[in-house]
């Protein structure tokens, strides 16, 4: 049997990203994925990612600034379009903790950014209508990756650097070098697990504390398109409710969704409809905030969320077995990373220095409930208010 430098599991943004980085530094890879690349059912599907710098956290806004030049890098490589920066909007309030901690960062960061209020806001970006007490961030390094042909072209990659992809191959079962498939068994000297919402199912000891939730993107199309295309209308997040969206791209619509609001399902038998809870929520957020346009709802598409307590990454060592590398980018804001995250991963994997703190994305850390760092639902403002 060949035995190979290190098997991926999981052919999403982090296995694709760690597949083709260990392959670009000449170790053999083999790629498993379960379904085919790409495919619906777990996280890295669809048209677009938001790609932001404006975190409320210094570490993130620096690997987003990292992360810019290895996405620039793949394009160049590849000849292929995948991140397409036009600006980006925060929206919150005087005192809204995970608002004034994002322009904190971005300060501390140095990142480029215009601090407006809601009168300058309605006037750069007339299709908003929003309360008087509300501001935003306008950050010119905001954009869209797009998830479904960036794990494409990152596999692409991947084999043209010598490594295999075999699609429609099941990890059964997996013991310190010898994985098992209904394709039959294979060796590593490394694995890593990048099985997004599966990785509680292939690493049980870690289900008690991630959570797999199914969350929804809503395609609302407005009469007038033209004044919601990228270069008149940015990405948003508003960090009230937690509602974020997109301009027209890909499809004839606005998209938008509701962070972490979905409920936590089994990625094997979860369904495929978007709650309509979410969709009404959807709708009334944006008949609130652009009430300009009649908003119709053309599509809605389902994802998954493999959240951990703490929002955090995870990148660590299997607890019982240090050839065994656990990687899950997610609680739904890895994809914009993903092009770094393969990086890090392999320099972990190859015991070599990453400038980067890798010990928030360590088990105990990214397992810590503890105060919710990240932008969250725990964050909202306590009257609830959406
Ligand atoms: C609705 C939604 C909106 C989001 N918005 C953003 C955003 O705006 N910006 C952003 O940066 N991020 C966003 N994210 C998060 C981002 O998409 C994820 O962080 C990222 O895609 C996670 O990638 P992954 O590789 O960990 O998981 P996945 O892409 O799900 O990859 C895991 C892969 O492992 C495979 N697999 C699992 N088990 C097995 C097995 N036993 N054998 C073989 N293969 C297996 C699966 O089939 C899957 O292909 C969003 C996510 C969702 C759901």
């Not at 948003?236 to 890909?250: E, K, M, R």
């Not at 990148?315 to 990086?343: R, V």
Request: one cysteine or more.
């Amino acid at each position: 049997m060949q035995t190979y430098d290190v098997i991926v599991i999981g052919a999403g943004a982090a296995g694709s990203s760690t597949a083709l980085a260990m392959a670009k530094r000449g170790k053999s890879v083999l790629l498993l994925e379960q379904f085919s690349v790409p495919h619906e059912r777990g996280s890295s599907l669809g048209h677009s990612r938001i790609f932001r710098f404006a975190y409320d956290d210094t570490e993130y806004a620096k690997l987003a600034i990292q992360a810019l030049p290895a996405w620039r890098a793949i394009e160049a490589e590849s000849g292929q379009s995948l991140l397409h920066l036009f600006g980006g909007l925060d929206f919150g309030s005087v005192g809204n903790s995970s608002f004034e901690r994002t322009a904190a960062t971005m300060t501390a960061v140095g990142a480029k950014f215009e601090r407006l209020d809601a009168a300058a806001t309605m006037q750069k970006f007339p299709q908003w209508r929003i309360p008087a007490h509300w501001q935003s961030l306008y950050s010119p390094d905001a954009g869209i990756v797009m998830p479904s042909r960036a794990v494409e072209v990152m596999v692409a990659l991947a084999c043209k650097y010598g490594a295999t992809l075999l699609e429609h191959c099941v990890v059964q079962n997996l013991s310190s070098n010898t994985v098992q498939t209904n394709l039959g068994s294979f060796q590593a000297n490394q694995i890593v697990i990048a099985a997004g919402a599966w990785l509680p199912k292939l690493v049980p000891m870690l289900q008690a504390q991630l959570t797999v939730t199914l969350e929804g993107s809503l395609y609302f199309a407005p009469k007038n398109l033209a004044a919601f295309t990228p270069d008149q209308f940015p990405i948003f997040i508003d960090h009230h409710s937690l509602a974020y969206g997109f301009p027209v791209q890909g499809l004839p619509a606005v998209k938008i969704g509701l962070h972490q609001s979905g409920d936590t399902v089994d990625p094997d038998t979860r369904g495929l409809v978007v709650p309509e809870r979410m969709i009404r929520e959807a709708q009334t957020w944006l008949e609130t905030y652009l009430p300009t346009e009649e908003w119709r709802l053309i599509q809605s598409r389902t994802c998954l969320y493999t959240n951990t307590p703490s929002h955090d990454f995870i990148l660590d060592w299997h607890p019982e077995n240090n050839t065994i590398l656990l990687l899950s980018p997610c609680s739904g804001h890895g994809f914009k990373f993903a092009s770094y995250i393969g990086e890090i991963a392999a320099d972990k994997l190859l015991r070599q220095p990453n400038p980067f703190d890798l010990e928030r994305f360590r088990l105990p850390n990214a397992l810590h409930k503890g105060e919710a760092k990240l932008l969250s639902r725990a964050i909202l403002a306590p009257t609830g208010s959406v």
